[in-house]
């Protein structure tokens, strides 16, 4: 279940790494969808960075069917660290919380707080109302189905690739980072009302250097997990300019096995659509080539200039098919041009 890392991956770094000269940061963010589509996390997360460690970055969002989105983020105070048997095992910011239950078998997450009560058209058209302001929590039990596929950006791997691969890589994040799919239980608390609920999703933890800045020329980052246990996903960035390799890296999980893969058909972010845009992709692997149809149904948007120097962001939960079977999981797009042709 853990691939090749070690158990203490799955752990926290119990203090800050020495600022200025060691950067390395330490994030957790999952997507978690319930089984049924009637609700989606498209993503919450959170950053402990050496530069402001006890007062982490963290975000969420929450989508419904119908196109309300909850969402939040800001700065907020760490949690304590060790766990009751003195394990690393909790990371959090502000009102979210994850904690390692078992290193790559369970895990948690918690929100508890105050989240901004919107609408995706809203979000599309830059019309949110900030201080429409409503509680939200959650709580969930996450039990992972497979081994994680792993990124190593060790030096040993980094200096092998191609200037375009490397280019990326600076902005995947120079260390590891891994993504494992999961499934899961707990409640949700909205409106006053609470109900129980199974997700479907992933997680991915990360420990590495990371530079935002190299992140802009877009990206497009998916995953599921079916009611079978096959899963699939990659994460993939544009061709250079100078027509050098970009970073394509993917994975088809099937019978027990984690295979190797490359994305070759990319939905790349082109248009901004509540609902109903076509994320089929498909990758290439010892396998041969897997077919996944998608199609995007609780979307939330990033589009303003002042995120990330202007880059269009959406994360959203889609609804993807396989040989017959349904299920819901992520897509995370990006482009650095798309901004100009909506305004």
Not at 5 to 24: I, Q, V
Not at 280 to 299: A, D, H, P
Not at 318 to 331: E, F, I, L, N, P
Request: glycine share 12%; charged share 25%.
């Amino acid at each position: 279940m853990r691939g090749t890392l070690p158990l203490e991956a799955d752990f926290m770094l119990e203090s800050a790494p020495t600022a200025p000269f060691d950067w390395t940061r330490e994030g957790t963010s999952y997507w978690l969808f319930e089984e049924n589509g009637d609700f989606g996390i498209p993503r919450n997360g959170v950053e402990a960075e050496p530069w402001s460690w006890g007062n982490r970055r963290y975000q969420g969002n929450f989508a419904f069917r119908d196109g309300r989105v909850l969402r939040c983020a800001g700065l907020g105070a760490m949690p304590p660290i060790l766990d009751a048997r003195g394990r690393p095992a909790i990371l959090g910011g502000g009102p979210l919380t994850y904690q390692c239950i078992e290193p790559f078998e369970r895990w948690s997450v918690t929100f508890d707080g105050m989240v901004v009560d919107t609408h995706i058209s809203d979000l599309i058209g830059l019309t949110v109302d900030e201080t429409r302001l409503v509680p939200l929590k959650y709580r969930f039990e996450l039990e992972m189905v497979g081994p994680p596929n792993e990124q190593d950006i060790s030096p040993e791997k980094f200096f092998t690739w191609g200037k375009g691969k490397q280019r990326d890589a600076v902005s995947v994040g120079l260390g590891w980072r891994f993504e494992q799919m999961l499934r899961g239980e707990g409640e949700v608390e909205v409106d006053g009302t609470t109900r129980s609920a199974r997700v479907v999703g992933s997680r991915v933890k990360r420990r590495s250097v990371r530079t935002d800045g190299l992140f802009l020329r877009g990206h497009n980052w998916q995953s599921v997990l079916f009611p079978d246990g096959r899963a699939a996903g990659y994460e993939a960035r544009p061709v250079h300019e100078d027509g050098s390799e970009p970073w394509n890296e993917g994975f088809v999980y099937q019978d027990g096995r984690m295979y190797q893969a490359k994305a070759t058909r990319i939905p790349w972010l082109s248009q901004v659509l509540e609902r109903g845009d076509d994320v089929s992709f498909e990758l290439e692997s010892e396998l041969g080539l897997t077919r996944i149809e998608g199609v995007t149904e609780l979307s939330s948007f990033h589009l303003s200039r002042n995120h990330l120097r202007g880059l269009a962001l959406g994360q959203s939960g889609a609804r993807y098919s396989w040989d017959g079977q349904t299920a819901y999981g992520m897509v995370e797009r990006s482009s650095a041009t798309l901004l100009n042709d909506l305004r």
